[in-house]
């Protein structure tokens, strides 16, 4: 349900619905690479993508087993920070675990 402007039309005052979108989301889709641990995986779900234990346990799982997983879905602009955040991480660590994002 959008927000509602005051328009004047002559001496009549009127209420017009300015009808507000949701911004397009993104996937942040981790991919499965042979050298990156699963340590380091489940380190960057907890501390990039604020996922408890259990559910990055389950995350890795799924990018292990079937070479990608979705991390969150978010914003353009936070999904490409996310994205962003990831690849330095792994760099810093020398991991080449990669990251990409998608329309949800």
């Known amino acids: 349900m959008g927000d509602f402007e005051e328009q004047t039309d002559g001496d009549i ?5 300015i009808e507000t979108k949701e911004p397009p989301m993104f996937k942040v889709i981790l991919l499965n690479d042979d050298y990156t641990t699963m340590e380091f995986v489940i380190l960057v779900l907890q501390s990039v993508f604020r996922k408890q234990a259990e559910e990055a346990q389950s995350v890795m ?3 292990h087993e079937k070479g990608a997983g979705v991390a969150g879905v978010y914003t353009k602009e936070i999904a490409e920070t996310k994205v962003a955040t990831v690849h ?10 990669k990251c990409s994002m998608e329309a949800a």
């Open 88 to 97: 330095h991480l792994a760099t810093q660590n020398e991991y080449p675990l």
């Open 13 to 17: 005052l009127t209420k017009q619905e």
């Open 61 to 63: 799982i799924s990018v």
